[in-house]
């Protein structure tokens, strides 16, 4: 027997055991996953309970809410929710102009950005209004129920973050809660709900999600973490690729299916953002973020303030390279008579690792499609050279470099799309680094989100939730929490402190309103006309406040005993709710029980898939060494 023949016969034995092991393994996780339907069914019908009794307690706490609103709008509208904010002070003439504003239970810290953008030169008497780092502003009093009565010329921090740090001082108190001025804050209950990778299910391609801004008809996604700050080095395993989807929790962002076309960093302030507390935030302003561009464009802005959630999700068409297409090359000027194995190339997306075999004809041509000493042509190298992670569409690049043409014009490289194969050997596997200290962590990133309808029986554990924190899933790495590393690509002296994101199921913000209104004049005798949202008012001496408040009439009785009575079934609801002789937290102990049976079995999943992604690894490599050992050169070589 010829060595050449030895070794086939050993590599032929090789690949059929590693077959056999895939199918083996493949096997195993649909079986696993018929046992882990009995929990998940289970499962799924305790959190359907617990999830409509909390609606129930979050369906009245809305009826509050509509009742405040009809005393704000219609014939019998007694309320006002504006408000007039300073800015643009004349500390010479001791005056300055005033805007009126909409009260909002999210902050001031864009507006004060845009009064910045918009004047320049404008201070918000005392600090400058440029910039998301104003940490307070200005406003005229609007309600008798403050210290020193209607029309005081008074401060409130931006956001929720700004009023806890600037607390009590000499001259002002501050916490929270204060910017909610005209709003009475109320907690929505939820189900947190903490998954990892591992407990998703073998159909779900799910990535991570994060608290994002983009800009209206802009395509550039800004993520509000720093990098790293889920526990992958982004350059040797990055969580974000071409070719990813994108989706958005708010209606009208991303209007139909999203792509990520290119990855890049810049830099975020992350400091006065009501979700700090969340993943990675630093202890300084400024931190490197990654920039995802998407196709298409964005339909309507997002800011870092609204707390809005943005999901990655792997591609699920994605596979080795099946077939390809006609190929684009530059004509007959190639070397003749070549033969080239194992030629790299580079994808549009997030395909990598296929390799071709590229012929010349003795013209120095390539064939269209095919391929022949005769005609030339493009085939993949040898089968199991597809790579991983293409898309069906995707195009694929050879550098006329790789075949044997010196440095020059890109017009000689080669370019073709490819369909994928999604099943085979690679159904259910994993993708796989060579290093095994880079693959995929069955605990990292941990994603953490409020349960929705949607997504009833979701999580490795859940909890009930009152906190009043943002609504928003974001991802991070429990290892990390407490910790301080370098996540700044660009400067590892840098430290970021990891804290668990700050997500809860919200607040409800009861327009409570003031009994006055901005009002452009208020002279003697002449009913005063209403400002309107965004109007103007310049040039205003403090001693002339009074001028520019309106006090509206009151209320009438049936509008108060509504509201009363909707107040009063809350308090019945939620006491029934949380008095229950510990009934939900039993459901909730009960579920939790449920999902931890439920998580081994998604970790036996999740190690036969880790085994089948390793397996086509080692296929990948007996195939090559194969088509290597097949071919003419080698084999006379080696006799």
């Not at 409509?52 to 609103?69: L, T």
């Not at 983009?214 to 790293?228: E, K």
């Not at 390799?355 to 013209?363: D, R």
């Not at 050279?385 to 195009?395: F, K, M, P, V, W």
Request: glycine content about 10%.
């Amino acid at each position: 027997m010829s060595l050449t023949t030895e070794m086939q016969e050993k590599i032929y034995k090789s690949l059929d055991d590693a077959y056999s092991q895939v199918k083996f393994f493949q096997d195993e996780v649909v079986l696993l996953d018929n046992d882990k339907s009995g929990w998940d069914q289970a499962i799924f019908k305790v959190d359907s309970q617990l999830f409509g009794e909390i609606q129930i307690v979050n369906r009245a706490i809305d009826d509050v809410k509509d009742a405040y609103n009809d005393r704000l709008s219609g014939v019998g509208s007694c309320k006002s929710d504006l408000f007039w904010l300073a800015y643009n002070y004349d500390s010479t003439e001791d005056e300055y102009d005033l805007v009126c504003c909409k009260i909002n239970g999210n902050g001031y810290t864009d507006l004060i950005s845009q009064l910045g953008a918009d004047y320049p030169s404008a201070n918000l008497v005392g600090e400058s209004a440029a910039g998301i780092a104003s940490t307070f502003f200005y406003y005229i009093l609007p309600s008798a129920n403050g210290v020193g009565g209607i029309g005081v010329l008074t401060t409130s921090p931006t956001n929720a973050v700004t009023g806890a740090e600037q607390g009590t001082t000499d001259s002002f108190t501050h916490d929270e809660n204060t910017f909610r001025f005209g709003f009475e804050p109320k907690n929505y209950y939820g189900l947190k709900y903490y998954v990892e990778p591992y407990q998703l299910d073998i159909g779900d391609t799910f990535v991570t999600s994060f608290i994002g801004t983009v800009n209206a008809g802009s395509n550039q996604l800004t993520v509000m973490s720093p990098v790293g700050s889920t526990g992958q080095d982004p350059s040797v395993t990055p969580i974000y690729k071409t070719g990813q989807l994108v989706t958005c929790d708010k209606e009208g962002v991303l209007t139909i299916p999203t792509k990520i076309i290119g990855i890049n960093t810049g830099t975020a302030d992350l400091a006065q953002i009501p979700t700090t507390g969340a993943a990675g935030v630093v202890t300084t302003n400024v931190s490197t973020v990654n920039i995802l561009s998407v196709d298409p464009v964005a339909g309507i802005a997002v800011s870092a303030f609204d707390s809005t959630s943005f999901s990655i999700l792997d591609n699920p068409t994605t596979g080795p390279v099946g077939v390809i297409s006609d190929i684009t090359s530059n004509g007959e000027v190639y070397i003749p008579n070549q033969k080239y194995h194992g030629v790299p190339c580079t994808s549009n997306f997030s395909g990598e690792g296929a390799t071709f075999s590229v012929f010349t004809n003795a013209s120095g041509g390539i064939a269209t499609t095919g391929i022949s000493t005769i005609a030339g042509g493009v085939s993949l190298d040898i089968i199991g050279a597809g790579g991983l992670g293409y898309s069906n569409g995707e195009t694929i690049t050879i550098a006329g470099t790789s075949i044997g043409l010196g440095a020059g014009t890109t017009a000689n490289d080669l370019s073709f799309t490819v369909k994928t194969i999604q099943d085979g050997r690679f159904r259910f596997g994993f993708t796989l680094h060579d290093d095994p200290t880079f693959w995929p962590k069955p605990s990292d990133p941990q994603t953490v989100g409020i349960m929705q309808t949607a997504n009833l029986g979701i999580g490795g554990r859940i909890s009930l939730d009152n906190s009043g924190d943002p609504k928003g899933s974001q991802s991070w790495d429990p290892a990390l929490e407490g910790m301080e590393i370098p996540m700044d690509p660009t400067n590892y002296r840098i430290l970021t402190r990891v804290d668990a994101p700050s997500v809860g199921a919200d607040k409800a913000f009861w327009k409570v309103g003031f009994q006055t209104a901005p009002a452009r004049s208020k002279p003697g005798g002449v009913p005063p006309i209403l400002a309107h949202e965004g109007e103007t008012n310049g040039s205003q001496a403090i001693s002339a406040v009074e001028n520019h408040l309106a006090t509206l009439s009151a209320c009438d009785a049936s509008l108060d005993n509504t509201i009363n009575n909707a107040l009063s079934i809350v308090t019945t609801k939620e006491a029934a709710f949380t008095n229950e002789d510990g009934r939900n937290k039993t459901m909730v102990d009960a579920t939790n029980a449920l999902r931890e049976e439920r998580n081994e079995l998604c970790m036996r999943i999740w190690g036969s898939r880790t085994a089948i992604g390793d397996l086509n690894n080692k296929i990948t490599r007996l195939e090559s060494l194969k088509g290597y050992i097949e071919d003419e050169t080698i084999e006379e070589i080696i006799e």
